[in-house]
């Protein structure tokens, strides 16, 4: 049997706080026994866990790995909107006129992630 995934790790200056963003952006719930100050910060979502560890270094470049939202029940424009609202900051916007494209957002603490089109909308062409 092959390893599996048992939870994406992100570096971070203030786990708690960050976890927290993370958690209302994906509809998950931070673990019971996490708190202000900890060193550690753990996200539950139905689809992933995220695990936010105290580090000292400050993030200095673009990640080599990241993130990309899909909404369920909203679309993309109404999603990038919550996020925004949420914390998140606008890197750049990749959105075309004919509807396709993507929204690439930062992170309270400026970790880059991209929002997509919803289901919905890629049906709708």
Not at 35 to 40: K, N, S
Not at 67 to 83: A, F, G
């Amino acid at each position: 049997m092959s390893s599996l995934i048992r939870h994406i790790t992100i570096d971070s200056a203030d786990p708690y706080a960050l976890a927290g963003f993370w958690a209302q952006a994906l509809d998950g719930a931070l673990a019971d026994d996490d708190f202000p100050g900890d060193p550690e910060a753990l996200v539950t979502t139905a689809t992933a866990t995220l695990l936010f560890v105290r580090v000292d270094d400050r993030k200095a470049v673009k990640n080599r790995v990241h993130v990309d939202l899909q909404p369920q029940d909203r679309t993309r424009d109404e999603e990038v909107e919550r996020l925004l609202s949420l914390g998140a900051t606008l890197q750049g916007d990749h959105r075309r006129p004919d509807g396709t494209g993507w929204v690439t957002l930062h992170d309270p603490e400026g970790n880059e992630f991209c929002v997509e089109r919803s289901a919905a909308e890629r049906a709708n062409g």
